[in-house]
T-cell receptor
Framework: GAGVSQSPSNKVTEKGKDVELRCDPI?????LYWYRQSLGQGLEFLIY????????KSGLPSDRFSAERTGGSVSTLTIQRTQQEDSAVYLC??????????????FGPGTRLTVT | GQQLNQSPQSMFIQEGEDVSMNCTSS?????WLWYKQDPGEGPVLLIA???AGELTSNGRLTAQFGITRKDSFLNISASIPSDVGIYFC????????????WGAGTKLIIKP
C-alpha cells in the first residue's frame, strides 16, 4: 500500500511568515509523529498523536509550533512567525500501536523548510 | 532523560569491507530498531528486534539485540557503494509505550 506522504517537499518562506506542513500517514496507522532534522543532525521529536488521545506536545520547541490531526488521519504542522532557526527538514512518521510490528515507525520523505 | 549512545559517529570504509556499529542505552530496552537514511529521504526501517539475544538478518545486514537488553549492534557485510548513508538506531524502554529514543546516527562513507 501507499507509504507516508508529505507536502510540500520543499518550502521557502520569509522570516515572520506562517507555514503549514502536511502529512498523510499509512492507512490504518493510529500513531503519528513529527520530527525535525537539522542539517547533518539526528531526529528531534516534536509531537505525537495516538488515536483520540491528547497529543504529546512535549517536544515542540516554542509556542509558535502547533499541530493538528483531523479525523485520526491527516496531520498539519503549523509554524507561526517563522525564524531562520526553524530551517530544517520536517519528517512525519506513522505506526501501528497493536499487533505485529507495533511501534515500528515508517517515515515520509520530509519537507525541507528554508526560512530566508 | 534517556539517551542512546551510537558509535562510531562516522566511518570511512573500502568497498567490500565489513562494517559494524552499535548502540548502548542507560536502561533496559524492549525493542531495538535500525534505520537507514539516504540523502533527501526519510529514514527507512532495516531491522526490528524484540527479544534479548535475537539475531536477525536482512540481506547483507545483521543486527542483534544484546543479552543485557541495553545494547544492539548492526553489521554490514561486504559493503557496496549504495550502503552509503546515515544509520540510526532507535529503541523503546520499559517506560515508553510509543516514543522511540534515537541514536545520533552513524554516517557511512565509502573511500573512493
Amino acid at each position: 500500500g501507499a507509504g507516508v506522504s508529505q507536502s510540500p517537499s520543499n518550502k521557502v518562506t520569509e522570516k515572520g511568515k506562517d507555514v503549514e506542513l502536511r502529512c498523510d500517514p499509512i492507512s490504518g496507522h493510529t500513531a503519528l509523529y513529527w520530527y525535525r532534522q537539522s542539517l547533518g543532525q539526528g531526529l528531534e521529536f516534536l509531537i505525537y498523536f495516538q488515536g483520540n488521545s491528547a497529543p504529546d506536545k512535549s517536544g515542540l520547541p516554542s509556542d509558535r509550533f502547533s499541530a493538528e490531526r483531523t479525523g485520526g488521519s491527516v496531520s498539519t504542522l503549523t509554524i507561526q512567525r517563522t525564524q531562520q532557526e526553524d530551517s530544517a527538514v520536517y519528517l512525519c512518521a506513522s505506526s501501528r500501536t497493536s499487533g505485529i510490528g507495533s511501534y515500528e515507525q515508517y517515515f515520509g520523505p520530509g519537507t525541507r523548510l528554508t526560512v530566508t | 532523560g534517556q539517551q542512546l549512545n551510537q558509535s562510531p559517529q562516522s566511518m570511512f570504509i573500502q568497498e567490500g569491507e565489513d562494517v559494524s556499529m552499535n548502540c548502548t542505552s542507560s536502561s533496559i530496552f524492549n525493542t531495538w530498531l535500525w534505520y537507514k537514511q539516504d540523502p533527501g529521504e526519510g529514514p527507512v526501517l532495516l531491522i526490528a528486534l524484540y527479544k534479548a539475544g535475537e539475531l536477525t538478518s536482512n540481506g547483507r545486514l545483521t543486527a542483534q539485540f544484546g543479552i543485557t537488553r541495553k545494547d544492539s549492534f548492526l553489521n554490514i557485510s561486504a559493503s557496496i557503494p549504495s550502503d552509503v548513508g546515515i544509520y540510526f538506531c532507535a529503541g523503546r524502554d520499559m517506560d515508553s509505550n510509543y516514543q522511540l529514543i534515537w541514536g545520533a546516527g552513524t554516517k557511512l562513507i565509502i573511500k573512493p
